[in-house]
């Protein structure tokens, strides 16, 4: 590891997980210069919430992220979303309600950070590749910055994500097969000189997501025992691991949670390593699922997802595709309502929740309103 250097109010540079290269912050460079390798963060995140915030939202923990002095900080109000005791059986778990930030996702904590540097850089212009859900937040908060935003798409993404994409003025590009050729393709877009905003390459959306970690520590006012979160590109379990081992180098907790990862069984590549090590790789597919934020065959930050969760004495679990929308209509009737990619880890609780330590907390990532219209309806509902 490098010696971590700050940058003004942000905790540090980046360096190369490779190679170890230090690279600035204040840099959209999205493989390092030396060797290609993936950016991440060299060490904890500096702790240290302000009691108030001017624009309220994830902005007091501005210490805590990746962002040049004296910038500007670009808003929606994401943040702060609630933290809802549930029971099952004789036990109390917590979902920690994400699908309730501003654009209907998780995302926004990373894509506030990641436009506010932009905007502090004076990019003008920028491309994104997304199933739907980054696409949407990274539109609406490029709007708010006056930011014109092209956003790659798989023909495949459902409807409303990519009519949502489109009301924040964002030119939407599908593009024909799977989710890896929408990848490729904004690449071959970025050729040109245009920002490259990748919340997948890029690792400052993972100190946005830190501060979903920071919330629920402050809202359980203890660590929690276990998170569980949908698994993709593995950002988000990522973000949350680096925000509780941020905590724990700041002395507030004295222990990190067990992580668990859970992934569709039709397109799990993370899960089947970890069960059966190298040659799971032979099992990984990117096969249909209705869980389509989650459908990632080749996840970028794969191993240091592997890391995080076995080092914090966790697991990847894959549920099956019969169990999803079951999943998330058991979800609805407790007055939750997410689109599948949230669900799989209601689907996952009850084969895990007996070895797992209180509290538990699951992450709600996405908005039942994202795919309303290309999903079957809750049995319940009347034709």
Known sequence: MTDRGKIGDGPQDFCCTACGRASPAVNLDYRCRACGGILG???????????QARGGGIERFRVSLPLPPGGGWISLGEGGTPLLPIAVGQRTVYAKCEYLNPTGSFKDRGSSVLVSLLAAMGVREAVEDSSGNAGASFAAYAARAGIRARIFVPQSA??????QIAAYGAE????????????????????????YASHAYLPHGLAGYATAAFEIFEQLGEAPGSVVVPVGQGGLLLGLALGFESLLAAGRIARGPRLLGV??????PIWAVH?????GLALAREGDTLAEGIRIAQPLRGDAVLRAVEQSGGSMLAVDEEDILPARDALGRCGLYVEPTSAVVWAALPDALASLPDPVVFLLTGSGLKAASTLPANPGVRQ
């Not at 963060?41 to 009691?51: C, T």
């Not at 929408?182 to 050729?191: L, S, Y």
């Not at 069960?275 to 040659?279: M, S």
Request: hydrophobic content about 45%; overall charge positive; proline content about 15%.
């Open 263 to 268: 992934q569709a069984r039709a397109c799990a």
């Open 275 to 279: 069960a059966y090590g190298a040659a």
């Open 172 to 195: 939407v590009v599908p593009v024909p097969g799977p989710r890896s050729a929408a990848a490729q393709a904004v690449q071959e877009a970025a050729v040109g000189g245009v920002a």
């Open 158 to 163: 459902s409807g409303p994500k990519r009519l």
């Open 41 to 51: 963060f060299a060490g904890p995140l500096p702790y240290d919430p302000a009691p």
